[in-house]
């Protein structure tokens, strides 16, 4: 039972374009939401995230939209940069229930920026 | 500096063979945890600790054991009974009574079923 869903195993985007990562999710006790940027062979780093009190949150490049009603999220990245190319994961977790103190991942997202 | 250290990076174990990999944390986390990372599946939990002598299982906890002795230190055992042991295993802590906090990871360990 996957409660968190990355549809989009993989992006491709020319650079200085906005980048459009996606994310569903079905368990309704999650209220905080994270991503994570992973290169190969390395720990994901975190990036950023959104409390489910919020629909938005801005970090620079980084922007991610919350949509409570459908239970989706989404990260945009403007302007893309080479250096974004990465696996992206998408990650939820709650503060009741089976869900509290532990994170769920989504299957990742791999975004390809072109020069 | 803090920070979480996994070692080995890689590991080679023969079929049969349990093996043991490591994690430490300086970060004075209270939660630690391990995931699994397998092409196209994203991080799967294995094991979860919120506290000292106190761990719980993930959601694919078969075929690994773990313990919790000291704050700093989650190491996690593979063992013969797992099925498909090849994998990236990633170690994270975080504080778990702070509402809205991230994970930290480390750098990973691949193990290879030889």
């Known amino acids: 039972d996957q409660q968190v869903k990355q549809n989009s195993p993989s992006l491709s985007v020319q650079e200085g374009r906005i980048s459009i990562l996606n994310c569903d999710y079905t368990n309704s006790m999650f209220d905080y939401f994270l991503w994570y940027k992973k290169y190969p062979a390395e720990g994901p780093t975190f990036l950023i995230s959104?409390?489910?009190?919020?629909d938005k949150n801005e970090d620079g490049r980084f922007t991610v939209f919350l949509n409570k009603s459908a239970k989706h999220l989404s990260l945009h990245i403007v302007p893309s940069q080479p250096g974004d190319s990465a696996v992206y994961f998408c990650a939820a977790s709650g503060t009741g229930g089976t869900s509290y103190g532990k994170l769920t991942f989504g299957q990742g997202t791999i975004l390809t920026v072109h020069p | 500096d803090g920070g979480i250290t996994q070692s080995p990076k890689y590991l080679f174990r023969k079929e049969g063979q349990n093996v043991t990999l490591s994690c430490e944390q300086n970060l004075n986390h209270d939660a630690m945890y391990w995931y699994r990372q397998d092409p196209g599946q994203g991080l799967r939990l294995i094991y979860y600790?919120?506290?000292?002598?106190?761990?719980q299982k993930g959601d694919i906890a078969e075929g690994y054991s773990v313990s919790r002795e000291k704050k700093e230190s989650f190491p996690l055992t593979v063992t013969s009974a797992q099925k498909n042991p090849t994998a990236f295993y990633l170690c994270?802590?975080?504080?778990?009574?702070?509402?809205?906090?991230?994970?930290?990871f480390g750098q990973g360990t691949r193990l290879t079923v030889v």
């Open positions: 959104i409390s489910s009190i919020k």
């Open positions: 994270a802590s975080s504080i778990p009574d702070r509402m809205n906090t991230e994970a930290f």
């Open positions: 600790s919120q506290i000292v002598n106190d761990f």
